[in-house]
């Protein structure tokens, strides 16, 4: 598949020797309800994938969680063999069980099994990045995550992984983590309205670590504020789009992974988060979460 040039909002960062688009796409949508099973519309998913590499994206965020094995082998269906700027992150630390839920798999055998499972749906012989998951469905929660991390680095030393995040994780998880081997990413709950990892999104660009906020638009429960209306109607905008120009504009370091089924989400996600921001807007944006 060729690579488009195409310059999408906020330009490029690099993570290690990876260097993604800022505006990236996160697949969890393309599953099923309640991030079960197939999609209802099996070509529309493909189609989502196949216009985001189109429109120049090169970041795509999944896990082999989502469906399970859902997402994964969808990307691999509509990408493979993929463009050599792609880059697919993945996360492992959770599994699925009947009933939808995510128990947490960190045990060194479990991380094993899923870094090759995530090679196998994916169709690759090394996984560009591959973000611990920890905490539980809560949110991050605290305790070493010394011996899981340290089987990932064992798997990155094998040559199965070529750079290491973290995801849900605290910032003491995140201070240990730095102490037994790099990783070039946090991939952690973060937008417009929930703002509490504000400090540490600062503290990670001051070291070149990207940041990754997953439900950038709100997740399962879209965000709704009356200021972010009232900006958005001042701008002729939609509100989605204005909470991902924020995203762009709040540090270089934070790159997005809106989700979505739908091929006209997309393009206008990509359009929106272009959006120009006066100070006058972000400072009434800032005082949302605060
Ligand atoms: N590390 C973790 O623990 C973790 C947890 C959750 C998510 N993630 C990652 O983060 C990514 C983003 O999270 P997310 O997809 O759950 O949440 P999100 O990006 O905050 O929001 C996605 C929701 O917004 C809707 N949407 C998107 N664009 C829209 C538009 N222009 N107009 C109206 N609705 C729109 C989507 O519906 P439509 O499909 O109808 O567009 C979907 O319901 C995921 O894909 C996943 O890769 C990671």
Redesign the pocket.
């Known amino acids: 598949m060729s690579t488009p040039t195409t310059s999408l909002p906020g330009g490029t960062w690099t993570m290690g020797d990876l260097t993604v688009t800022r505006f990236g ?6 599953t099923g309800p309640g991030v079960m099973g197939p999609p209802a519309d099996r070509d529309g998913a493909l189609a989502v994938l196949r216009e985001a590499v189109r429109l120049g994206i090169t970041h795509i ?3 082999d969680a ?1 469906g399970p094995h859902v ?1 994964n082998r969808l990307i691999r269906e509509a990408l493979h063999p993929y463009p050599e700027a792609l880059h697919i992150v993945t ?1 492992v630390g ?1 599994v699925r069980d009947a009933q939808g839920g ?1 128990p947490p798999a960190r045990e060194p055998d479990d991380l094993r099994r899923a870094v090759h499972g995530n090679l196998e749906a994916l169709g690759v012989e090394t996984l560009d990045l591959v ?1 611990l ?1 920890l ?1 539980n469905a809560e949110g991050p929660q605290p305790g070493s995550l010394a011996e899981a991390y340290g089987t990932l680095v064992e798997l990155q030393r094998q040559g199965l992984i070529r750079h290491l995040g973290l ?2 994780a605290t910032a003491a998880q995140i201070a240990e983590a730095q102490t037994i081997a790099p990783f070039v990413c946090v ?3 973060y ?1 417009l309205a929930h703002r509490q990892d504000d400090a540490l999104v600062d503290r990670l660009a001051e070291q070149g670590i990207a940041y ?9 429960s ?2 709704q504020s009356s200021a972010l209306s009232a900006v958005a109607a001042r701008l002729g905008a ?1 509100p ?2 204005v909470a991902l120009a924020w995203l762009l504009h709040r540090s270089p370091n934070i790159l997005l ?6 091929v ?3 393009r ?2 990509i359009t ?1 988060a272009g959006l120009a921001l006066s100070e006058e807007d972000l400072a009434e944006l800032d005082a949302i979460g605060r």
């Open positions: 796409y996160g697949a969890m949508q393309l965020d999944t896990a989502y997402t996360k959770a995510w973000n998951r905490g995801s849900n991939q952690n709950l937008n990754v906020p997953f439900f950038p638009l709100g997740g399962f879209p965000l939609r989605m789009s992974i809106p989700g979505t089924s739908s006209a989400h997309l206008e996600n929106g």
